[in-house]
């Protein structure tokens, strides 16, 4: 079975006061049993949020990493920092990432590496724009970028990654994909691993972003092929965030 996941992403927002306040709302409430959260918090608050949420069963991660393991890289990095300060997951190839600043399928390929050997779990994130959508290439895109990471890597690593279909047109939109056109790209998504192994397609786990929220949440995790959710806006607000991860129960 599946465990569901469901990641917080607070991009380059918040404050060490609202990882205080996520601290305080967590622990005083029971989160289900079979369900794991992690919230994606920026770099300098990682420590800190692993103390305020030490009491509880979230864990942290982090939004993104170098693909290189020390050196002169200013301002980069490494996956081996990010798990003394406590990270176990990391996201790679966010369409932020991808868009904004050039990460293209051999750099999240790198990433995705460097987290692997340091025992980071790496969250690949891939997802079709608009334009690609209208005109119909979201599977040839989607199954790409997937393909890009899964193709170079081993039987053995292939498992750990989680991947998070978020397609970029309703990331931060208010748009959703409705709950049936989420699950035909993650039944594609399955349908491509099932060509490695089906113990592999089985296992990996396929989180659904864009535009979650507490009220949408539970119709697109019950889709038998979503096994979470990756929310950005809605992970800012303790209580929104809570709500979802009670519906993935
Ligand atoms: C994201 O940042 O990965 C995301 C899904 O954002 P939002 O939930 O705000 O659309």
């Not at 998070?164 to 035909?184: F, L, N």
């Not at 592999?200 to 697109?220: Q, T």
């Amino acid at each position: 079975m599946r465990m569901p996941l469901i990641a917080g992403n607070w991009k380059m927002n918040g404050s060490l006061a609202l990882v205080e306040e996520f601290g305080r709302a967590f622990a005083g409430v029971s989160l289900p049993v079979n369900v794991e959260v992690a919230l994606m918090v920026p770099f300098p608050f990682l420590e800190a949020a692993g103390r305020a949420l030490g009491e509880t069963s979230v864990t942290v991660g982090a939004q993104t990493l170098s693909d290189q393991p020390s050196g002169a890289f200013t301002g980069e990095v490494s996956a081996a920092m990010l798990r003394d300060c406590g990270a176990r997951y990391v996201l790679v190839g966010h369409s932020e990432r991808r868009i904004l600043f050039g990460e293209d399928d051999a750099m999240v390929l790198a990433r995705v590496k460097a987290a692997l050997a340091e025992q980071l779990t790496p969250v690949l994130c891939v997802g079709e724009t608009l334009e690609e959508r209208e005109a119909e290439r979201t599977e040839s895109v989607v199954l790409g970028q997937v393909e890009a990471v899964f193709d170079a890597l081993d039987e053995a690593d292939r498992i750990r990654v989680v991947i998070a279909y978020e397609p970029v047109w309703a990331i931060g939109t208010g748009r959703t994909a409705s709950p049936e056109q989420a699950q035909a790209v993650h039944a594609a998504i399955r349908g491509y691993l099932s060509r490695y192994d089906d113990a592999l397609a089985g296992g990996v786990r396929l989180l659904y972003g864009g535009s979650m929220k507490a009220d949408n949440a539970a119709e697109l995790l019950s889709q038998p092929d979503i096994d979470g959710g990756l929310v950005g806006g809605a992970s800012l607000k303790a209580d929104d965030f809570l709500a979802i991860c009670q519906s993935a129960g």
